[in-house]
């Protein structure tokens, strides 16, 4: 069945209750607007704490209604604050294990690619996610992009392109847990062959291994109960900030003797590639790009936040201000301390920029500590990530567009988690991992893989709600008004583009050869044929795009209508009254 729910929805702050007196009820009605419909929003305060559900009551949140309204049924346990739905974003991004893993791409250009590079294009990412947050507080549902896509595409495009969205999302999503595991495993060995002078140098069979590991123990964790995995959350927030506390003041006192000057920082700049040196310094963008990213993971846990409309909008903001701040800061620090030939960071013995450069301030057993803490904070980025694509697949599969969807779209009852989908990325992650152990081209495949399947995934409906769904679209609380919201949606689009077509360029050389091409191109855009092909031959003839499955739980329409009766008999009787004063007005004059 079709999205379009022509149900007047009513919903309050808190939630919509309904008493056998209308004495108990406190009603004040104003118009909102969701999805495509002008909706009566009203906001019912209960003045008794007596439990309407003990009482079979009709009984619905807000949320649900909100929900209700784009067309699905709760299922998931709200359990996710405003804080938790921001941390889940934060602890994917774990700013300093992501720069660890991905300083090396910024070095290329020397400290003007750190510092500047990372200030830069975070400036842009924020565009991008002012524009998702007024998507996800005006539609905040868990399959969000594919959803938004075929809302504002056009009648013969809505189809393929929310399933090509859906799809590319997903990939990229699980293609975040395989490079960011990947990381985790590559940071782990570098601290073990530190700790043998360079003696221990792993295979690929054992980075593989350590990869293995970390993606199975992430399928455990993210099958526990969604409460115990929002708290995790709020530890990932401190554990990740006190590092970057630790950090930051430690590497200047550690390098007091040589610190580099302001000149160095913040106009060195170095050209380790072939590129020209203007393209080289965009090609310096690829570490902030690859670590603010999954942003969007904070619309994929909407139906598991309270107050879904405001949480996700105010997640995705500060996760990336957040990033965009401390990570400036990071760079700097980083920029102040390092060894002036960037090359030899970069070619270093021990595998990891980061650990050469923690190595030369603070030597080898504050090096071994710190990047211990960093590779276990990068065990929760995946956990994290995980988590996040799990709600994505799950809510593709709620509509059909997987195959085994009837399986995968069951939630836990106990757990209220969707387990099997948490089960599928485990295993579809492990499979996509062995091509890190053709070689390192295939490798730094995988790294690219993310940001640019979720890059199109992001374009897709931004670019069609600027296009086509200005009569469609309806604000929610976050909304950055008719013009600025034109704009940035422009900005983000054009970035986006760019973007994706730098993030498939070969980052050492433009002269490609089988060893120097970016293979995230066949990658990415094989899915992207892939994910058409299979629609159009087959997948065509059943999926439909968003199914409702309200029909399996009728409770949340039971309970608007019967407010909305009587919100309909009070406003009658208010009526008659008034006529009833305007007549004894005129009686009176």
């Known amino acids: 069945m079709a999205m379009n729910m022509g149900v007047k929805m009513v919903y309050k702050s808190v939630a919509i209750r309904y008493s056998d007196s209308i004495n108990s009820l406190s009603i004040h009605t104003h118009t909102h607007t969701t999805n495509s419909h002008k909706i009566t929003m009203t906001v019912i305060e209960r003045k008794s704490d007596d439990s309407l559900q003990e009482k079979g009551v009709p009984y619905a949140t807000q949320d649900e209604c909100i929900l209700a309204d784009i067309g699905y049924k709760e299922e998931l346990k709200r359990h996710f604050s405003v804080v938790q739905v921001f941390g889940i974003a934060f602890s994917i991004m774990g700013l300093l294990p992501s720069i660890s893993s991905v300083i090396g791409y910024s070095l290329t250009a020397g400290p003007v690619g750190m510092v500047w590079g990372w200030c830069i294009a975070s400036a842009c990412i924020m565009v991008v996610g002012l524009a998702m947050a007024e998507l996800g507080s005006s539609l905040p549902t868990s399959g969000g992009l594919y959803w938004w896509t075929y809302h504002f595409a056009p009648e013969n495009a809505k189809r393929p392109l929310s399933f090509l969205c859906g799809y590319s999302n997903s990939l990229g999503l699980i293609g975040g847990l395989v490079s960011i595991d990947?990381?985790?495993?590559?940071?782990?060995?570098?601290?073990?062959?530190?700790?043998?002078?360079?003696?221990?140098?792993?295979?690929?069979?054992?980075?593989?291994?350590?990869?293995?590991?970390?993606?199975?123990?992430?399928?455990?964790?993210?099958?526990?109960?969604?409460?115990?995995?929002?708290?995790?959350?709020?530890?990932?927030?401190?554990?990740?900030?006190?590092?970057?506390?630790?950090?930051?003041?430690?590497?200047?006192?550690?390098?007091?003797?040589?610190?580099?000057?302001?000149?160095f920082i913040f106009t060195q700049i170095e050209n380790i590639s072939e590129w020209p040196t203007g393209w080289n310094f965009f090609l310096s963008w690829l570490a902030p790009i690859w670590t603010i990213g999954a942003f969007d993971s904070c619309v994929h846990m909407a139906e598991e936040a309270s107050n879904a409309s405001r949480a996700v909008p105010i997640g995705i903001i500060s996760s990336i201000g957040m990033c965009w701040i401390l990570g400036v800061i990071v760079n700097i620090i980083c920029a102040a301390v390092i060894n002036p030939d960037v090359e030899a960071i970069i070619n270093t013995p021990l595998g990891q920029p980061m650990a050469q450069i923690i190595y030369d301030c603070l030597g080898k057993k504050w090096t071994m500590a710190i990047?211990?803490?960093?590779?276990?904070?990068?065990?929760?980025?995946?956990?994290?990530?995980?988590?996040?694509?799990?709600?994505?697949?799950?809510?593709?599969?709620?509509?059909?567009?997987l195959p085994f969807s009837d399986w995968l779209k069951v939630v836990h009852k106990e757990t209220g988690v969707p387990r099997r989908t948490v089960i599928m990325g485990t295993f579809v992650g492990l499979a996509i991992g062995c091509i890190c152990m053709i070689d390192d081209k295939a490798a730094y495949a995988l790294f690219s893989?993310?940001?640019?399947?979720?890059?199109?995934?992001?374009?897709?409906?931004?670019?069609?709600?600027?296009?086509?769904?200005?009569?469609?679209?309806?604000?929610?609380?976050?909304?950055?008004?008719?013009?600025?919201s034109k704009i940035i949606g422009i900005a983000a689009s054009g970035y986006l583009v760019f973007a994706i077509i730098l993030l498939m360029f070969p980052t050492a050389t433009p002269h490609v050869t089988t060893d120097t091409m970016n293979y995230v191109v066949v990658l990415n855009v094989g899915v992207w044929i892939g994910a058409l092909a299979y629609y159009f031959l087959y997948a065509r003839r059943w999926?439909?795009?968003?199914?409702?499955?309200?029909?399996?739980?009728?409770?949340?329409?039971?309970?608007?209508?019967?407010?909305?009766?009587?919100l309909a008999k009070e406003e009658s009787e208010k009526a008659n009254e008034k006529q009833v004063e305007e007549h004894v007005e005129r009686v009176v004059i």
């Open 543 to 566: 999926y439909t795009g968003p199914r409702s499955n309200l029909e399996d739980d009728p409770r949340v329409l039971d309970a608007v209508r019967v407010v909305n009766q009587e």
């Open 449 to 484: 893989l993310p940001p640019v399947s979720n890059d199109l995934a992001w374009l897709l409906p931004i670019f069609l709600k600027l296009v086509f769904g200005a009569s469609k679209f309806v604000p929610g609380p976050f909304y950055l008004g008719k013009v600025l």
């Open 182 to 263: 990947y990381g985790f495993s590559l940071m782990l060995l570098s601290v073990v062959s530190l700790a043998t002078d360079g003696e221990f140098e792993p295979s690929k069979y054992t980075v593989y291994g350590v990869f293995a590991g970390a993606v199975l123990t992430h399928g455990l964790a993210g099958i526990l109960t969604t409460k115990l995995i929002s708290k995790i959350q709020t530890a990932c927030i401190v554990l990740n900030i006190g590092i970057i506390v630790l950090v930051v003041i430690a590497l200047p006192v550690g390098a007091r003797d040589h610190l580099n000057d302001g000149k």
């Open 371 to 401: 990047m211990s803490i960093i590779f276990c904070l990068q065990w929760t980025m995946g956990l994290s990530i995980l988590v996040a694509g799990s709600r994505q697949n799950w809510a593709f599969a709620r509509d059909g567009a």
